[in-house]
């Protein structure tokens, strides 16, 4: 479940090339440059992690956050990330069997 750092520029300009390795973003939408999406696997869930890196608030409005929120407020609810805030979320793994 890769997908941070990976540029929408990068990703048109090579886009078959990715399409074929299986790496895909891991939310939909555009964040600003100061906001960090990463995640975790373990055998049944995958826990996303958001941290916010600037001393401002950030906007995620557009962003879709899928699954149950761990810690800190829903992302649905609020778009809002405190300054250095940081927001989990986990979604279960669909088995590809």
Known sequence: MAGT????GFAGERGSGIEKTG???IVEGALLQCVEVSSRVSPEWEYIFIQNFS????DTGDVKWE????YGKSLKEN???EAYGTRILRRRIKSSV
């Not at 750092?5 to 929408?8: A, I």
């Not at 699954?67 to 761990?70: A, F, N, Q, S, T």
């Open 5 to 8: 750092g990976l540029s929408r």
């Open 23 to 25: 790496i895909r973003p």
């Open 55 to 58: 001393d401002k608030p950030t």
């Open 67 to 70: 699954g149950e929120w761990m």
């Open 79 to 81: 778009s809002r990330l």
